[in-house]
């Protein structure tokens, strides 16, 4: 069965960092393009970064700058760094894998405040 399993968030002053891990099981991880979605609370859920499988990456325009997503198919393994994080980047953060059907994380918790 396909599974993401993502690990690393937590709590984080403003200005921290964090990097998220997702490693994926059960899929030809390479084919995938693989990203990364957030929820604020209240919010609706939103794109934050993906790569493809060419190695195209995009970022929502609100981490541009501050976040790196990278993927490591050896590993099956997608990341996403984190740099200089604000309190509205707090949210839950999914992992997500997309081959002709999308696969989702369970999600993790990302918090940044003072």
């Known amino acids: 069965q396909a599974q993401l399993v993502e690990s690393g968030g937590g709590l984080v002053q403003p200005g921290g960092s964090l990097r998220l891990s997702c490693i994926a099981s059960g899929i030809t991880f390479d084919l995938y393009t693989v990203g990364w979605y957030r929820q604020a609370p209240g919010a609706q859920r939103e794109l934050v970064a993906h790569?493809?499988?060419?190695?195209?990456?995009e970022y929502a325009d609100s981490v541009k700058g501050r976040f790196t997503i990278t993927r490591d198919n050896a590993q099956k393994t997608v990341y996403l760094q984190m740099n200089n994080l604000k309190p509205e980047d707090t949210g839950v953060y999914y992992c997500t894998a997309d081959f002709n059907r999308m696969v989702w994380g369970q999600g993790i918790q990302v918090t940044v405040s003072s």
């Open positions: 790569v493809t499988r060419t190695d195209v990456v």
